[in-house]
């Protein structure tokens, strides 16, 4: 029986864009600010996801440096202005654009990130996608990071929709688990820093690996139409 779904909500950093190495680069940038070089680029790839205050409030806490609010926002800004200057390396993954295109009509769509609004704003406006959202969530419009499930309620609740009538497609682990957290159906996709068995912890409907197999995924086992016939996994 097909899954009656009414919205879908999509994360952004390695779900819809290739934007690892540049949030690496661009955190890392922030730290050299206040001296801050021992940091490994895989620990920042593993915090993706939580939200920049979180992430930086973890480093200074590993570096035994006290945790200052007015540090954490500063450095905030400044690894947010170094994301957005390297807006012209960020690359949609393959079909996301065509994906977008074909659940306009058919259901809500919404972004959820725990980047922040000004980056956001950024990237979707260089990437000519904005049109395709009727909702979007960013870390500055709530209080709690992934894994709580704050901001997937949030950007149900402007869509109109229940949750138990979203889907939502996520990349990362603290992703998936406030998804279902919260009733949600999930398609959880391997193009982040998550391997197919960490993200099958979080129990999501399915896992692929790349956004075509989630397109087919949806279209095959939901209320929407059906313009792709077959299963790729």
């Known amino acids: 029986m097909s899954v009656f779904i009414?919205?879908?909500?999509?994360?952004?950093?390695a779900t819809l864009a290739d934007t690892h190495k540049i949030i690496v680069s661009a955190f890392q940038q922030a730290l050299k600010t206040i001296d801050i070089t021992n940091i490994s680029d895989a620990y920042i790839e593993r915090c993706i996801g939580i939200g920049a205050a979180k992430t930086f409030?973890?480093?200074?806490q590993t570096a035994?440096?006290?945790?200052?609010?007015?540090?954490?926002?500063d450095l905030v800004e400044r690894k947010s202005q170094n994301q957005i200057d390297l807006k012209?390396?960020?690359?949609?993954?393959?079909?996301?654009?065509?994906f977008l295109e074909l659940l306009q009509g058919k259901v809500k769509v919404g972004l959820a990130s725990m980047n922040n609004k000004a980056v956001?704003?950024?990237l979707i406006h260089a990437k000519g996608i904005e049109k395709y959202?009727?909702?979007i969530i960013t870390a500055d419009d709530v209080k709690l990071s992934k894994p709580d499930p704050e901001i997937f309620l949030k950007c149900a609740q402007q869509l109109n929709v229940e949750p138990s009538k979203c889907i939502v497609i996520e990349d990362s682990l603290f992703g998936v688990k406030a998804a279902k957290a919260v009733g949600m159906?999930?398609?959880?996709?391997?193009?982040?820093?998550?391997s197919r068995d960490e993200l099958e912890q979080a129990k999501p409907d399915v896992i692929v690996t790349n956004m075509e197999q989630a397109k087919i995924y949806l279209f095959n086992n939901t209320n929407l139409e059906r313009p792709i016939e077959g299963n790729v996994w």
């Open 133 to 135: 959202f009727q909702a």
């Open 57 to 60: 409030r973890e480093i200074l």
């Open 88 to 98: 012209n390396s960020v690359q949609l993954f393959c079909g996301v654009t065509n």
């Open 64 to 73: 035994n440096l006290p945790v200052n609010e007015l540090i954490i926002k």
């Open 6 to 13: 009414e919205a879908v909500i999509f994360d952004w950093d």
């Open 120 to 122: 956001i704003d950024t």
């Open 185 to 194: 159906s999930c398609i959880a996709i391997t193009t982040g820093s998550y």
